[in-house]
Every structure is written in structure tokens, then in C-alpha cells.
């Protein structure tokens, strides 16, 4: 029913017209939901419910009761006469208690990022085509592919062997696994340096130490730093699952914990962990808008 | 990074202790130059480290003493057994081993010697296990990214209103991602029994809290006007976000879902550790066993499949944007 108006040009669709006139691409959509429904029954086919396990309830409750009543003399480390005690710099601690077992999750995770950063830096600038020659590029991209997707449970598992179950494996481990996500992230910083400011130093007379001290450091130390915190963030949470193979920090007696089913230690080492993970996002989170918005 | 309120300038605390400099210009002007606050914060980070090391015991001469066992360690996992071709194998398909070269790739007798090595090595133990993995990361992915949807809505400041429930929502959300995937196995693994269940549940919770948090940040920041013009229609709250909002926020979270998809089979490889099927039982057995050529296969086929998923899901976001 296309009516010309007076100016003989066609009148303009309604609304109504453009609506039923939309594009309908059902084939696609029924095409699509049903390789979905196919994935999802095939996946479902394998994962089989077999009912809560005979303890099942009373973990839970065991867990909803440790949340609402923790160990205060473990949450607090308050020293008993039966608790292991060590010295870290010059104070008495309880090793079992959830102040000392924190702070060596953030030791692992710090010393760890720290120097994933700094062996990230070599990798990065040798895995980046603006830099090395092409095949140079690839066999370093290539390695920092094969770090990044060994599980970090299993580096764990293997530099156990080298240097026994402590709080020194969980460092070696996330330096090793940190290495991957950091120098691409690397990459991308150094792939996105402005080189006409190298230029304009060049031609005002730099020698070759100043134009990296005012030409590249500047813009790259901002992002290089928001990458290490970022990352500090992931390895935090990252050293608690390496604790429960035996890396140091808190996972381990986390664990311990959960399977003899003490539930009131469990609370503690769940509140202190929590607690931490909170503060640490918040405070990871200000850092680096702080460092973006300059 | 300058402070004003209503005309007064707080002085910082660090330049009321560590005065600024005062430099006299040429024309007899003088300016103030703040200190330079690098060498507090050196300061502090040599602190953290020195304190770090006392709380890890870092010792790099065991590195130096013991090193040679972790080259030894990975050699092995880089020649997995997958590789190992048993003597025989060649001529029982009528291939002699010494003409066995490059080219041997355009014989399909040469195909057959590595499926029959491939079906007959212990690589053959690995598939059930990896693709109980990805069964556990797609159907865990799926529900919880389902579920995550209308959570994240409500858990949004634009179109939840109520101040209180949203702080509860997200307080909640923030705790659940907090705890660490394994600890999440581990208790779901205790309650459920051991097996795939287990981890199918421990990925849905991981995956609802990630997707929860990306979610509300990004429908915070999409375009009201529509969803405003249906409200005042008199349409409620869900028939405006169906018809309104959805439309915005669909490419997003369906790219969201392809990532976390992605996270969750790097995730799901390892939750076996504890009890909640997949690879990660393999994983511990092999390591248990030091058979470190039989991690190196696991290792490949996970690595061969986490690529796989990985370039599906790139090349699908891609279509999406």
C-alpha cells in the first residue's frame, strides 16, 4: 500500500512497518541454540549427581557454624603454651596463627611479583618484533605461551622437588608463573611507545642515555608498574591455592583444616583471608587509577 | 591530585614533614619545588622486601645447589610419552624404521603407527579425564553465567534503586570471589562426594562471581534513556530492562561468558587436586609417581585444548564486537 504523497516522493515507513520490516535471522538463532543444547547435553551427559555424601550436611553446617563462631586465639595469634612460635624480625609469632600465616601469603605473593617483573622485562623486550628480528620474536612469544599455560599448580609441584615444601617454593613458583602474563602485558606497553618523541629528542641533540631516560622510561614505567600490581592482586589469591600443595602461606592449614573438620579454625582462616583479599583489591584498585589518571 | 575545599588548601602530611624547596628565580621570584617522594617509597619497598625475605626464607643457593633437578624435571616434561614410538610399532604397519623420515607425514601407514601409539600409550588414559574437565567447565560456565545475569542486575546502582540490597548483593559477590577456586572444590568435593559434580558446582560459583562483578560495572554504564521511556510507558522494571537495556548490554556478556569460558578450562584442569574430578587427579598421580614424561603428555593434550578453546572463543568474540 505504498502511497505517494504530494511531493511524489515515497512516504516514510511507520513505525510499525519499520518494525515488522526488521531483519530475522531466525535460521541463525535456531542454528545456534541448537549447537548449545547439543554442547550442554553432551556435557551434562558426563557430570552425574549422586546425591550429597553421607557427611555432606554436617560439612555444611560444620562451615556455617566456624563462619559465625571462628578461633579468636588463632584469628588474633594470640601465643598458648602448646603453639609453635618462630622469630620474624625480632617479634614472637605463632606459625599456626592466621596474622603470621597472611603476612607470608603477602610476602610470597610480593617477592614473587617483584621478581617476575623484573625477569619479565628481558623476555618482553625480546619477544617484541619492533625490537629483535622476527624469529627472535617468535621463539620468545612461544615461550612465554608454554609458561602461561602450565597450570601454576603444577610449576608448584615441580620446583617442590627442588627446593622441599616451604614458603621459598611458593616465592620461586609465582616469580616462574608471573613471567607469562607480565612481559605480555609488557609487550603491549612497548608495542604502543610513541617513537616520534625519540625522534624530537634525537633532534635536539640527546645522547642515546638521554633520550632513554626522557624519551621511554616515562612512558612506559606508568604501565609497566599497573601490571605488577595488577598482577600482585592475581598472585594473592593465586599463593592461597599453591599453599594447599605445600608452598607456604595460608592454604595449607586451610586445608588441613577443612578435612579433619575442625570448623571453628576453618571460620578463622576463612575470615582472615577474606578480610585480606578485600583490602588487598581495594587498595590494588586506587593504586593504579591513581597511576592512570597520573 | 591537588585537594581544594572551598578556597583552603590542605598541605599534604608528607610536605608538612619534608618541607619544599625554595628556589629563587632570575627575576627575583621564588617558587616552591615539593620534595621528591621517591626515596620514602624506595624506602618502603626495600622494607617489604627485607621483611618478605625473613617471613619466606628466600634462599637463592638452593636454587644454585639443587637447580639442575628442576632441568632435569622439565626435560622430561617436554619429551611426553605420547612420542615414545615402541619398537615394532613401525613394522607392524609395514613401514621400515630407517626409511621413517619427514616425509613419512603423506603415508597414511605412518597415521596409523602414531594412532596405535596414541591408543596404546598411556595418552589413551588422559581423554576421558580432559574431556570430563571440559564437560565440567562448559556446563559449570553456562549455568553460572545464566544465573549470573539477573544477579548482576539487581546488583546494579541504575536500575536497583534500593540502596541496601545492592550493597548486601555485592558485599556477597565480593566474597565469593575472594575465596579461592580450590577451597570453593575442596568443600563442594566434601559435600557432594568426589567427582565431577563437585567440580561442575565449584565452576558455576567461581564463574557467577566473576561475571557478576564484569556485568554490573558494564550495565552501569549503558544508556538509561530507553529503559527510562519504558518505565514511564507504566512497563515494570523487568519488561523495560527485557526490552530497553538487553539489547546493549547482549554483546557484552556474551563475550564476558566466552572469556570466563576460557578461564574455567585452564581452572577446571587443576580442581581434580582435591577430589573434584578431571585432569587435576592425573596431574597429582604422575607428579606422585615421578612419572614426569606421563605429566608431560597430560600437559600437551591440556595445552592442545586450552589453544583450541582459546582460538574458538577469540574468533567468536570477534564476530561479536
Same mark, same amino acid.
Given at each position: 500500500?505504498?502511497?505517494?504523497?504530494?511531493?511524489?516522493?515515497?512516504?516514510?515507513?511507520?513505525?510499525? /512497518?519499520?518494525?515488522?520490516?526488521?531483519?530475522?535471522?531466525?535460521?541463525?538463532?535456531?542454528?545456534?541454540?541448537?549447537?548449545?543444547?547439543?554442547?550442554?547435553?553432551?556435557?551434562?551427559?558426563?557430570?552425574?549427581?549422586?546425591?550429597?555424601?553421607?557427611?555432606?550436611?554436617?560439612?555444611?553446617?560444620?562451615?556455617?557454624?566456624?563462619?559465625?563462631?571462628?578461633?579468636? &586465639?588463632?584469628?588474633?595469634?594470640?601465643?598458648? /603454651? &602448646?603453639?609453635?612460635?618462630?622469630?620474624?624480625?625480632?617479634?614472637?609469632?605463632?606459625?599456626?596463627?592466621?596474622?603470621?600465616?597472611?603476612?607470608?601469603?603477602?610476602?610470597?605473593?610480593?617477592?614473587?611479583?617483584?621478581?617476575?617483573?623484573?625477569?619479565?622485562?628481558?623476555?618482553?623486550?625480546?619477544?617484541? &618484533?619492533?625490537?629483535?628480528?622476527?624469529?627472535?620474536?617468535?621463539?620468545?612469544?612461544?615461550?612465554?605461551?608454554?609458561?602461561?599455560?602450565?597450570?601454576?599448580?603444577?610449576?608448584?609441584?615441580?620446583?617442590?622437588?627442588?627446593?622441599?615444601?616451604?614458603?621459598?617454593?611458593?616465592?620461586?613458583?609465582?616469580?616462574?608463573?608471573?613471567?607469562?602474563?607480565?612481559?605480555?602485558?609488557?609487550?603491549?606497553?612497548?608495542?604502543?611507545? &610513541?617513537?616520534?618523541?625519540? /625522534?624530537?629528542?634525537?633532534?635536539?641533540?640527546?645522547?642515546?642515555?638521554?633520550?632513554?631516560?626522557?624519551?621511554?622510561?616515562?612512558?612506559?614505567?606508568?604501565?609497566?608498574?599497573?601490571?605488577?600490581?595488577?598482577?600482585?592482586?592475581?598472585?594473592?589469591?593465586?599463593?592461597?591455592?599453591?599453599?594447599?600443595?605445600?608452598?607456604?602461606?595460608?592454604?595449607?592449614?586451610?586445608?588441613?583444616?577443612?578435612?579433619?573438620?575442625?570448623?571453628?579454625?576453618?571460620?578463622?582462616?576463612?575470615?582472615?583471608?577474606?578480610?585480606?583479599?578485600?583490602?588487598?583489591?581495594?587498595?590494588?584498585?586506587?593504586?593504579?587509577?591513581?597511576?592512570?589518571?597520573? | 591530585?591537588?585537594?581544594?575545599?572551598?578556597?583552603?588548601?590542605?598541605?599534604?602530611?608528607?610536605?608538612?614533614?619534608?618541607?619544599?624547596?625554595?628556589?629563587?628565580?632570575?627575576?627575583?621570584?621564588?617558587?616552591?619545588?615539593?620534595?621528591?617522594?621517591?626515596?620514602?617509597?624506595?624506602?618502603?619497598?626495600?622494607?617489604?622486601?627485607?621483611?618478605?625475605?625473613?617471613?619466606?626464607?628466600?634462599?637463592?643457593?638452593? %636454587?644454585?645447589?639443587?637447580?639442575?633437578?628442576?632441568?632435569?624435571?622439565?626435560?622430561?616434561? #617436554?619429551?611426553?610419552?605420547?612420542?615414545?614410538?615402541?619398537?615394532?610399532?613401525?613394522?607392524?604397519?609395514?613401514?621400515?624404521?630407517?626409511?621413517?623420515?619427514?616425509?613419512?607425514?603423506?603415508?597414511?601407514?605412518?597415521?596409523?603407527?602414531?594412532?596405535?601409539?596414541?591408543?596404546?600409550?598411556?595418552?589413551?588414559?588422559?581423554?576421558?579425564?580432559?574431556?570430563?574437565?571440559?564437560?565440567?567447565?562448559?556446563?559449570?560456565?553456562?549455568?553460572?553465567?545464566?544465573?549470573?545475569?539477573?544477579?548482576?542486575?539487581?546488583?546494579?546502582?541504575?536500575?536497583?534503586?534500593?540502596?541496601?540490597?545492592?550493597?548486601?548483593?555485592?558485599?556477597?559477590?565480593?566474597?565469593?570471589?575472594?575465596?579461592?577456586?580450590?577451597?570453593?572444590?575442596?568443600? #563442594?568435593?566434601? %559435600?557432594?562426594?568426589?567427582?565431577?559434580?563437585?567440580?561442575?558446582?565449584?565452576?558455576?560459583?567461581?564463574?557467577?562471581?566473576?561475571?557478576?562483578?564484569?556485568?554490573?560495572?558494564?550495565?552501569?554504564?549503558?544508556?538509561?534513556?530507553?529503559?527510562?521511556?519504558?518505565?514511564?510507558?507504566?512497563?515494570?522494571?523487568?519488561?523495560?530492562?527485557?526490552?530497553?537495556?538487553?539489547?546493549? %548490554?547482549?554483546?557484552?556478556?556474551?563475550?564476558?561468558?566466552?572469556?570466563?569460558?576460557?578461564?574455567?578450562?585452564?581452572?577446571?584442569?587443576?580442581?581434580?587436586?582435591?577430589?573434584?574430578?578431571?585432569?587435576?587427579?592425573?596431574?597429582?598421580?604422575? %607428579?606422585?609417581?615421578?612419572?614426569?614424561?606421563?605429566?608431560?603428555?597430560?600437559?600437551?593434550?591440556?595445552?592442545?585444548?586450552?589453544?583450541?578453546?582459546?582460538?574458538?572463543?577469540?574468533?567468536?568474540?570477534?564476530?561479536?564486537?
Amino acid at each position: 500500500m505504498k502511497e505517494k504523497n504530494v511531493s511524489g516522493m515515497p512516504r516514510p515507513l511507520s513505525i510499525e /512497518e519499520t518494525y515488522n520490516s526488521r531483519p530475522r535471522r531466525w535460521w541463525l538463532y535456531t542454528l545456534v541454540v541448537f549447537l548449545v543444547a547439543l554442547l550442554l547435553a553432551w556435557a551434562a551427559g558426563g557430570v552425574t549427581f549422586k546425591g550429597i555424601a553421607t557427611k555432606g550436611s554436617e560439612v555444611a553446617r560444620g562451615i556455617a557454624s566456624g563462619l559465625t563462631n571462628p578461633d579468636w &586465639d588463632l584469628l588474633l595469634g594470640r601465643i598458648k /603454651e &602448646d603453639t609453635t612460635v618462630t622469630t620474624v624480625a625480632g617479634i614472637r609469632v605463632s606459625t599456626e596463627g592466621v596474622p603470621y600465616l597472611l603476612f607470608q601469603t603477602i610476602a610470597i605473593a610480593f617477592l614473587g611479583t617483584i621478581i617476575g617483573g623484573i625477569l619479565a622485562i628481558p623476555f618482553s623486550f625480546l619477544a617484541s &618484533d619492533r625490537i629483535v628480528p622476527k624469529w627472535i620474536g617468535w621463539i620468545f612469544r612461544l615461550l612465554i605461551l608454554l609458561i602461561r599455560t602450565i597450570p601454576s599448580l603444577v610449576w608448584a609441584l615441580v620446583w617442590i622437588r627442588v627446593t622441599g615444601p616451604n614458603a621459598f617454593c611458593g616465592v620461586v613458583t609465582q616469580s616462574v608463573c608471573s613471567i607469562g602474563m607480565i612481559s605480555k602485558m609488557y609487550m603491549t606497553a612497548i608495542e604502543d611507545l &610513541d617513537v616520534r618523541i625519540l /625522534e624530537s629528542l634525537d633532534a635536539s641533540g640527546c645522547s642515546a642515555f638521554q633520550k632513554i631516560r626522557y624519551g621511554v622510561l616515562p612512558q612506559i614505567i606508568p604501565n609497566f608498574i599497573s601490571t605488577v600490581i595488577y598482577r600482585f592482586d592475581i598472585n594473592m589469591k593465586d599463593a592461597t591455592t599453591l599453599g594447599i600443595v605445600g608452598a607456604g602461606g595460608i592454604g595449607a592449614p586451610l586445608i588441613q583444616c577443612i578435612t579433619s573438620s575442625r570448623w571453628s579454625m576453618v571460620g578463622a582462616y576463612l575470615f582472615g583471608l577474606i578480610l585480606l583479599m578485600l583490602v588487598i583489591e581495594w587498595l590494588s584498585t586506587r593504586i593504579r587509577n591513581r597511576l592512570t589518571r597520573g | 591530585m591537588k585537594k581544594k575545599t572551598e578556597g583552603t588548601y590542605r598541605v599534604p602530611l608528607f610536605d608538612r614533614v619534608f618541607r619544599p624547596q625554595t628556589v629563587v628565580l632570575s627575576n627575583g621570584h621564588t617558587v616552591q619545588r615539593p620534595r621528591s617522594r621517591m626515596p620514602l617509597i624506595a624506602a618502603g619497598i626495600v622494607l617489604m622486601i627485607w621483611l618478605s625475605i625473613q617471613l619466606t626464607g628466600f634462599d637463592l643457593s638452593i %636454587i644454585a645447589r639443587r637447580g639442575h633437578q628442576f632441568t632435569v624435571i622439565l626435560s622430561k616434561i #617436554f619429551s611426553p610419552d605420547i612420542f615414545n614410538i615402541q619398537a615394532g610399532t613401525f613394522e607392524k604397519f609395514g613401514l621400515a624404521p630407517e626409511n621413517v623420515n619427514l616425509l613419512s607425514v603423506f603415508d597414511g601407514r605412518w597415521w596409523q603407527a602414531l594412532w596405535y601409539t596414541m591408543t596404546n600409550s598411556f595418552a589413551s588414559n588422559v581423554f576421558g579425564p580432559l574431556w570430563d574437565t571440559l564437560r565440567m567447565s562448559v556446563l559449570g560456565s553456562f549455568i553460572g553465567a545464566t544465573l549470573a545475569l539477573p544477579i548482576a542486575v539487581a546488583a546494579s546502582t541504575n536500575i536497583n534503586r534500593n540502596r541496601t540490597t545492592v550493597l548486601i548483593l555485592r558485599f556477597l559477590l565480593n566474597i565469593v570471589r575472594t575465596l579461592p577456586t580450590l577451597v570453593i572444590a575442596k568443600i #563442594f568435593a566434601l %559435600i557432594f562426594g568426589l567427582g565431577t559434580f563437585a567440580g561442575t558446582m565449584s565452576i558455576l560459583v567461581f564463574t557467577l562471581g566473576v561475571i557478576c562483578k564484569m556485568m554490573y560495572e558494564s550495565i552501569e554504564t549503558i544508556d538509561m534513556g530507553a529503559f527510562e521511556a519504558m518505565e514511564s510507558f507504566g512497563a515494570t522494571k523487568f519488561q523495560g530492562f527485557w526490552s530497553a537495556s538487553m539489547k546493549q %548490554i547482549l554483546p557484552t556478556y556474551l563475550s564476558y561468558c566466552l572469556y570466563a569460558l576460557e578461564m574455567n578450562v585452564r581452572a577446571a584442569s587443576i580442581l581434580g587436586y582435591v577430589g573434584a574430578g578431571g585432569l587435576g587427579l592425573l596431574i597429582d598421580e604422575r %607428579i606422585g609417581w615421578r612419572d614426569y614424561n606421563g605429566l608431560g603428555t597430560v600437559l600437551l593434550m591440556l595445552f592442545l585444548l586450552v589453544v583450541s578453546i582459546e582460538s574458538l572463543s577469540r574468533f567468536l568474540r570477534k564476530k561479536l564486537s
